[in-house]
């Protein structure tokens, strides 16, 4: 069994924006405006997950970090050992 892990991260943030006319009364509507991008980041995820599916000696997992997966995902890409 491994006794040491060095770990390192790699981001892929994604903000979503959206402009407002000036008489724009605040974000009573519950950013409504973002259930469009639902599909859109799910798409980017199974396209990252296919993408390191392709690499032989990589396991790649989940990670839950507390936050709901509409605001975060997290991927462990995890090497089993090396020399």
Same mark, same amino acid.
């Given at each position: 069994?491994?006794?040491? &892990? ?7 943030? %994604?903000?979503?924006? /959206? ?25 980017? &995820?199974?396209?990252? &997950? ?26 462990? %890409?995890?090497?089993? &050992? /090396?020399?």
């Amino acid at each position: 069994m491994p006794t040491y &892990v060095e770990e390192r991260e790699f981001t892929l943030r %994604l903000e979503l924006r /959206c402009t407002f006319e000036e008489d724009y009364q605040g974000d009573e509507d519950g950013f409504e405006w973002t259930a469009e991008a639902a599909p859109m980041t799910a798409a980017v &995820v199974a396209a990252a &997950v296919k993408a390191l599916d392709q690499f032989p000696g990589w396991t790649l997992r989940p990670r839950n970090r507390g936050r709901a997966p509409e605001d975060e995902v997290t991927l462990v %890409l995890e090497r089993a &050992v /090396c020399t």
